[in-house]
């Protein structure tokens, strides 16, 4: 039986990975400009619109482990949600700075969001449930 947070991470991994698939494309017919996607790969954005199909591939790669109980896609999970919150820290701070408050919705409510998924994934049930899976 898989939790049902477990599945809710996963579809948020998918509807992010369609998020930046979109943005990619769009990026590439000069619809947008690299800065569109920033809010959820952050500064990485400079490394062209290729980054945003790898973090897509690997958000997808994400969600389908977690739907099967994969013990190491958990473990990823956790790795993505903090690096999540490490690109959003930088951001908060200087739309606290210049006191942005559509910034500060933004990224304080990504680094909430990026806290309770790491804290509903290292629940002993979700663990032992991934480790029931593996065994």
Do not use: N
């Not at 969001?113 to 899976?133: D, G, H, K, M, W």
């Amino acid at each position: 039986m898989r939790p049902a947070g477990v599945r809710a991470i996963a579809t948020c991994c998918f509807g992010m990975a369609a998020l930046l698939v979109i943005d990619a494309v769009l990026i590439l017919c000069h619809v947008f400009s690299l800065a569109s996607g920033r809010y959820l790969i952050g500064e990485y954005t400079t490394m062209g619109p290729a980054i945003f199909f790898v973090v897509a591939v690997v958000l997808i790669a994400l969600g389908i482990g977690l739907l099967r109980g994969w013990s190491f896609a958990r473990r990823l999970a956790i790795v993505a949600a903090a690096l999540f919150l490490a690109t959003s820290a930088l951001p908060l701070s200087a739309a606290v700075g210049y006191l942005q408050v559509s910034g500060i919705v933004i990224h304080g409510g990504k680094i909430i969001l990026a806290i309770i998924a790491i804290r509903y994934l290292l629940q002993p049930e979700v663990v032992e449930c991934f480790s029931a899976r593996r065994g």
